[in-house]
Nanobody, 122 residues
Framework: QVQLVESGGGLVQPGGSLRLSCAAS????????LGWYRQAPGKERELVASLTNRGRINYADSVKGRFTISRGNAKNLVYLQMNSLKPEDTAVYYC????????????????WGQGTQVTVSS
C-alpha cells in the first residue's frame, strides 16, 4: 500500500510557471508507469503526461512544449514542470502510478493522489 500526495499547485497568472511534486508514503519496489492527469469542472479527466519504466514519455497535445514530466528523487516520485500556463490549464491535477511494493506480482497496484488545484487566471 502506497499513498501519493501532490503538492505545488496554486493560483498563477497566465504565462506563469508551477512545478508539481508527487510524494510517496513509502519506498517502492518497482515502477511500471508514472503520470499526471487533470480534471477541469464539468470535463472528463485527461492524461497530461506519462512515463514508463522503459523511458517512454507521452504528453497531451495541449501541453507539448510547455510541460515536462520527470522522475523524482528520494522523497518525490515524479514532477511536472508547467511553463507558459494558460487559463485552460486550470484543473485539479492528479498524480498516478502503477507500482509494485514487493517482488510479488500481486503487489502491483494503480495508485492515485488526492489532487492539487491549479488555477490560471488574471
Amino acid at each position: 500500500q502506497v499513498q501519493l500526495v501532490e503538492s505545488g499547485g496554486g493560483l498563477v497568472q497566465p504565462g506563469g510557471s508551477l512545478r508539481l511534486s508527487c510524494a510517496a508514503s513509502r519506498s517502492i519496489f518497482s515502477i511500471d508507469a508514472l503520470g499526471w492527469y487533470r480534471q477541469a469542472p464539468g470535463k472528463e479527466r485527461e492524461l497530461v503526461a506519462s512515463l514508463t519504466n522503459r523511458g517512454r514519455i507521452n504528453y497531451a497535445d495541449s501541453v507539448k512544449g510547455r510541460f515536462t514530466i520527470s522522475r523524482g528523487n528520494a522523497k518525490n516520485l515524479v514532477y511536472l514542470q508547467m511553463n507558459s500556463l494558460k487559463p485552460e490549464d486550470t484543473a485539479v491535477y492528479y498524480c498516478n502510478g502503477i507500482l509494485y511494493t514487493s517482488s510479488l506480482l500481486t503487489s502491483r497496484r494503480e495508485y492515485w493522489g488526492q489532487g492539487t488545484q491549479v488555477t490560471v487566471s488574471s
